[in-house]
């Protein structure tokens, strides 16, 4: 089924994951050990995120370096199968523009359909690490909206290769990424807006909204948006917070802030023990605070801390 499908069908707040791909050379049952005790849960879908490669420097023999490209966590396509077919549960895949031409999409694009996987959360994707600003790929997409618009021909039976005739038409639903505190790029919120709304007006089916930790900007960008004329879903992103460190490292990350209240709370902590407990309680709290406002779906990174979303989905449900 398609994400917006579960949407339009729910009677109430559905519940949503993510996951991020394991580490080359660990298998499988990594990701298993994550997500089995999530899925009494019931969650209507799971996303799974794409990651670009990365250019590194390896020492050679004589002395000298070569240039490698490497992936640290490959097969999104993949594991979007092993899900479905594990779980019965509906896997979307993170499709990027970064670092991939726009044949690489059309053939994972063609992969993914034959696998019967018809969701897509189709974003830009960061810079290279070595880039200072977002370089698409020779022949690449360079906006999201352009890899939108390579998604939307395909499901209209057209590929890259012009004199195809009768191409099957696939049936992706797509969504795409939105920022209730501006994307860091983003001069300012309007033309972030403006920029969102061409992503709907092309196509965009519902929005999965960056992590935040007050619920008060989750509200008033959505408010935004209907301002704006932007009417389709938007599916708050909920993460929990875990350890000291974060306190830096996602502002830094994610460009999102973290409210006084939560800061102090866990300064205050004495270990990642009662940090993890503090980040949970926030969370739940702004998941209870979500949920009877109606939001469609409450989508959880899980990134490595599956225990603790299942703690707080647990108290929901
Ligand atoms: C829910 C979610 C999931 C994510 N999953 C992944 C993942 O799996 N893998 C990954 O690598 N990254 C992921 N990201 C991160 C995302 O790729 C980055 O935030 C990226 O910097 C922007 O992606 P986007 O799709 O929002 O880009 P875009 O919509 O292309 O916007 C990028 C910037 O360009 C501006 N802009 C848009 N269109 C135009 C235009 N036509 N002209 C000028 N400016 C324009 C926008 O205002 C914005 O500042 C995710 C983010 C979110 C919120």
New binding site residues.
């Given amino acids: 089924m398609k994400v917006i499908e579960h949407i339009n069908q729910a009677q109430k707040t559905l519940v949503s994951f993510e996951i991020l791909p394991p580490l080359k050379g660990k298998g499988i049952n990594a990701l298993w050990e994550h997500l089995d005790p999530l899925m009494d849960f019931n969650p209507s879908f799971i996303n799974v995120?794409?990651?670009?490669s990365e250019s590194m420097f390896k020492k050679k023999t004589d002395g000298t370096f070569e240039k490698v490209e490497v992936r640290k966590r490959p097969g999104t396509v993949g594991i979007c199968a092993a899900i479905m077919n594990r779980y019965k549960v509906d896997a979307v895949a993170?499709l990027?523009c970064?670092g991939f031409s726009r044949q690489e999409t059309e053939d994972a694009l063609i992969d993914l359909a034959f696998l019967g996987i018809d969701n897509v959360?189709v974003?830009?994707?960061?810079a290279a690490k070595n880039e200072s600003s977002f370089e698409p790929e020779p022949g690449g997409n360079r906006?999201?909206?352009d890899l939108m618009r390579q998604v939307i021909n395909m499901n209209n039976g057209i590929y890259l290769e012009e004199d195809l005739k009768n191409a099957v038409k696939t049936n992706f639903c797509i969504g795409?990424?939105g920022y209730p505190e501006k994307?860091f790029?983003?001069p300012n919120m309007k033309?972030?807006l403006q920029?969102l709304k061409a992503?709907v007006d092309a196509g965009a089916e519902y929005i999965?909204?960056?992590m935040f930790f007050d619920n008060q900007k989750y509200f008033e960008f959505v408010k935004c948006c209907r301002d704006v004329g932007i009417n389709i879903p938007v599916v708050p992103?909920l993460k929990p917070i875990s350890s000291k460190k974060q306190l830096n490292v996602i502002p830094r990350t994610f460009h999102v802030d973290i409210p006084e209240d939560l800061y102090n709370a866990i300064c205050k902590a004495k270990n990642d023990a009662e940090v993890e407990q503090i980040g949970m309680e926030w969370m739940l709290q702004q998941s209870k605070e979500l949920k009877k406002a109606g939001v469609p779906v409450l989508h959880y990174y899980t990134l490595g801390k599956p225990q603790i979303v299942a703690q707080v989905v647990k108290e929901l449900i």
Avoid: C
């Avoid at 995120?49 to 670009?52: D, L």
């Fill in positions: 995120t794409y990651h670009r993170h990027i970064g959360l974003l830009r994707g960061d906006y999201a909206i795409v990424a994307h790029e983003a033309s972030d920029f992503k999965t909204t960056q992103g």
